[in-house]
């Protein structure tokens, strides 16, 4: 399993971004996938899952209404469009297989690098 996301940077409070995870290795439009962060000294938090097919979703009370996932299977992407960021969305994110969050959420061997999302005026 490789996974590697982009899009992340600095951005002030109300604007937007949208991370991009290239995955490999395995069979990307067969796997229910997952966003997940993690702030400085905080545990990580899942924010949102995608069904393999794109059609069903689900957000944390945190995000949802601002946050969108999204995939293109055939282009092994999984995105997250975040709008109207706030100071506490400050943290790394992981794009990972749901699969592998639900048997641990802090085991972060199967998930990418991540990448840094930091809000600040």
């Known amino acids: 399993v490789q996974l590697v996301e982009s899009g992340g940077g600095v951005v002030q409070p109300g604007g937007s971004l949208r991370l991009s995870c290239v995955a490999s290795?395995?069979?990307?439009?067969?796997?229910?996938m997952s966003w997940v962060r993690q702030a400085p000294g905080q545990g990580p938090e899942w924010i949102s899952n995608?069904?393999?097919?794109?059609?069903?979703?689900h957000y944390a009370n945190s995000v949802k209404g601002r946050f969108t996932i999204s995939r293109d299977n055939g282009r092994y992407t999984l995105y997250l469009q975040m709008n109207n960021l706030q100071p506490e969305d400050t943290a790394r994110y992981y794009c990972?297989?749901?699969?592998?969050?639900?048997?641990?959420?802090?085991?972060?061997?199967?998930w990418g690098q991540g990448t840094q999302v930091t809000v600040s005026a």
């Open positions: 990972a297989r749901t699969e592998d969050v639900r048997r641990s959420l802090t085991d972060r061997s199967s």
């Open positions: 290795g395995f069979g990307f439009g067969y796997n229910d």
């Open positions: 995608i069904n393999f097919d794109g059609t069903s979703t």
